[in-house]
């Protein structure tokens, strides 16, 4: 009740006081062949952070209200953390990389970079939605955006890997961080399933059109840090090869392991978007389309298999929770991908007969492993952060649950609809 607009607004208060001091724009261009160049950037650039901000919105948003009782707090969540973890970003990259002259110039690329940032946290929260409350998201939003700043310079500018889509920098480091801040965090092991964590129908659909939503504009997402021409061509087409052959095989796979041959909405809403995170390795790279088409096939099959056997297994033999299945959804399909480039690079090297793409290829290897071995020694060690009490975790009888952090006008507003008068007070006290 107190902690976190205490947070929230000291936070802000300090940005207020940053970007009064440091924040600046660049200075108007005199010369009508600057002036030019920056308006094509601009007009060539926004068109498709506009559809970046849609996905993650909207689109990311209504992906997390599978939970019937928890959609408000997750579409509510998300929106808070991506402003939070957008800001955050831009202090920290503005001190780091572009500090100079005791100013920071803004412009729409360190914007979109400040973005990708907050992906990786929307995407980890997935681990953990709905057993934890906004302080807890806030505090792990604070933890992980320094760490992936730094984990993506060292993978991108020490190592050189090529990763234009972030299958590598941002889809398997933020799956394997949430899950290592689920491991600390949850480290009694498995819990048994909540009354409240079962999708109804209507819950299910609402995600199905935030996952058409993702479908639509992930190109976007893939090719607004490829170079314009034949390589950001190349992207979107890749892209959109990919995640068609994702979609498709989503529907074989989930016919083929259900019984009676009936569709799986969880392997709908996330196998047809495998492709989106498998292919951004590999998407401006020169090869075949029908690389782009198997590479969807296989990144949907992955994630399918995951959710039927893969995740039940980690469960019972780890104790593992993931909430809305990332490690299937952007852990497995990534490590594909991160596989997939190496080999694309391995393949151009036998074409040319150059030793450096054998070295490149090492490398995307050496950034796969740096990927996971950051994001699961610090997503452990903020889990451990996220345990302190004063960040005011949910009892277990009241997660998943919208009262414990709405007001309804006109209903009952008593937390924990389905329990006695003495069990609420119990959980709210505790």
């Not at 990786?120 to 997935?126: A, D, F, Y």
């Not at 792990?140 to 760490?147: D, H, K, L």
């Not at 259900?258 to 495998?274: F, I, T």
Request: aromatic content about 8%; proline content about 4%.
């Amino acid at each position: 009740r107190c902690l976190l607009p205490l947070f929230l607004g000291l936070f802000q208060g300090a940005l207020l006081l940053f970007f009064a001091l440091f924040i600046t724009y660049d200075e108007p261009s005199a010369q009508a062949e600057d002036a030019s160049l920056v308006a094509n950037q601009v007009y060539s650039t926004f068109p498709f952070f506009q559809d970046i901000q849609v996905m993650l919105v909207v689109g990311l948003g209504l992906l997390l209200t599978f939970l019937p009782l928890y959609g408000l707090s997750a579409l509510t969540h998300n929106f808070l953390l991506l402003n939070f973890s957008m800001q955050w970003a831009l202090v920290l990259q503005g001190l780091i990389h572009h500090f100079h002259h005791g100013q920071v110039h803004l412009d729409l690329h360190k914007l979109l970079i400040s973005e990708f940032a907050a992906v990786t946290v929307l995407i980890s929260v997935g681990a953990i939605l709905g057993r934890t409350s906004p302080c807890q998201l806030l505090a792990m939003a604070t933890c992980e955006v320094p760490v992936y700043l730094a984990s993506e310079w060292v993978i991108v500018n020490c190592l050189g890997v090529l990763d234009v889509g972030g299958t590598i920098t941002i889809h398997v480091f933020s799956c394997y961080f949430g899950l290592g801040v689920s491991k600390a965090l949850f480290w009694a092991g498995q819990k048994p399933l909540h009354p409240k964590e079962t999708p109804t129908l209507r819950s299910d659909l609402m995600s199905l059109v935030g996952m058409l939503i993702l479908w639509v504009f992930w190109p976007s997402f893939v090719a607004v840090l490829c170079q314009p021409g034949d390589a950001q061509h190349r992207a979107i087409l890749n892209t959109l090869l990919a995640m068609s052959a994702s979609a498709v095989t989503t529907v074989v796979a989930s016919s083929l392991l259900e019984r009676d041959g009936k569709l799986s909405p969880g392997h709908l809403q996330n196998g047809s978007l495998a492709g989106g995170v498998a292919i951004g390795a590999v998407a401006d790279m020169a090869m075949p389309p029908v690389a782009a088409l198997a590479l969807g096939s296989l990144s949907a099959l992955a994630c399918v298999l995951g959710f039927r056997f893969f995740t039940p297994l980690l469960g019972r033999k780890l104790g593992l929770q993931d909430q809305c299945g990332i490690h299937n959804l952007h852990g497995l399909p990534g490590i594909l991908g991160a596989v997939a480039s190496a080999a694309a690079i391995l393949v151009a090297s036998k074409d040319t007969s150059g030793s450096h793409f054998s070295q490149q290829a090492l490398c995307q290897a050496v950034g796969l492993a740096v990927a996971i071995g950051a994001s699961l020694v610090a997503g452990l060690l903020t889990g451990a952060v996220l345990r302190l009490p004063c960040l005011a975790r949910p009892p277990e009888q009241l997660c998943f649950d919208d009262s414990l952090y709405f007001k309804f006008q006109g209903k009952d507003e008593s937390l924990g609809s389905g329990s006695t008068t003495e069990e609420r007070a119990l959980a709210l006290k505790e």
